[in-house]
């Protein structure tokens, strides 16, 4: 066996640490990107204010909100991410001769076809999560994952569940410039020096600012699309969800919990990077120990 198969359990068991460290701050930046009435009492002014309301009016559990689907969406992202990435990886590094890393189009190429099949995988994953975290389209007792996927499939149908699936798409261009840019930098910086796990922190940590800067209004839009809307507030398409938005709340509309996002995101990405590398060995351990892969005997797999 190739170590796809271990590549995508440790970028899964890395995705679940990441995101069980840092889900207060998607639970924030969740709710920033779906508020639309900012004059209300009720309403966030920014991250920390954001903070403070969600502990006094829900305690610690309000910022803890749709963390099982979180996790469970994660690590499903990961894994099958992943799996993608290094399988179309590895046929580019056959095709060229063993030792040659990928092309920046290449790179791109490979997140670009991962990406996509992430999104179709788990977007009902990620709008069943959206609607847990910001508290919309969820009600009393099916307040748990299983009841708010129901309850869409009942009252929205398939479609529901692959609401803002269109922007999620778009969205893919988000991991291709991540991981385009972890790549080509760590290709650099190895030619000199021997990676250390605080330099795939680093590595993360940049490459995930490039990446969320650039996306950040897809974001927002796709939040938006995947939370339950009465007909007047609904984004027909992408185009008309930056109409509407511009519209009403002006170009920083785009930009709503931006701050949080981008804290949340490069903590995630650079926990993510170095715990999926301090994972690796031990997911391939795993996998031989159950004879799921060869041992590796004389430099050969």
């Not at 639970?27 to 903070?51: E, G």
């Not at 990077?273 to 005997?297: N, S, Y």
């Amino acid at each position: 066996m190739s170590d796809n198969v271990a590549h995508a359990l440790s970028g899964a068991g890395g995705g679940i640490v990441s995101m069980a460290l840092t889900y207060p701050l998607v639970s924030i930046s969740s709710r920033l990107q779906v508020q639309k009435n900012d004059d209300s009492k009720d309403a966030y002014k920014n991250t920390v204010d954001a903070f403070v309301k969600i502990l006094a009016k829900e305690g610690p559990r309000g910022l803890y909100a749709g963390l099982s689907s979180g996790i469970f969406g994660i690590a499903i992202t990961n894994g099958v991410y992943y799996y993608c990435y290094e399988a179309v990886k590895a046929i580019f590094e056959k095709a060229k001769g063993q030792g040659k890393p990928m092309s920046t189009p290449e790179s791109m190429l490979a997140g670009a076809i991962a990406g996509s099949a992430v999104v179709f995988a788990t977007n009902p994953i990620w709008t069943v999560n959206t609607r847990l975290t910001v508290r919309k389209g969820v009600e009393g007792k099916k307040s748990n994952f299983l009841g708010v996927f129901l309850s869409i499939l009942k009252n929205e149908g398939i479609a529901g569940l692959y609401s803002g699936v269109m922007a999620a798409l778009v969205l893919v261009i988000n991991p291709i410039i991540q991981y385009t840019v972890f790549e080509q930098v760590k290709n650099k910086i190895a030619k000199s020096k021997d990676l250390t796990n605080f330099d795939f922190f680093l590595l993360g940590a940049l490459s995930k600012l490039c990446a969320t800067g650039i996306t950040y209004p897809y974001i927002v839009i796709k939040s938006r699309m995947q939370v339950s809307q009465n007909s007047e507030d609904r984004y027909t398409s992408i185009w008309d969800g930056f109409k509407k938005i511009i519209a009403s709340e002006g170009v920083g509309g785009l930009y709503k919990g931006i701050s949080s996002k981008i804290t949340q995101s490069i903590l995630t990405a650079a926990f993510l990077f170095m715990a999926k590398e301090m994972l690796f060995d031990w997911a391939v351990w795993v996998l031989v120990l159950t004879g799921a892969r060869k041992a590796k005997i004389a430099g050969k797999a």
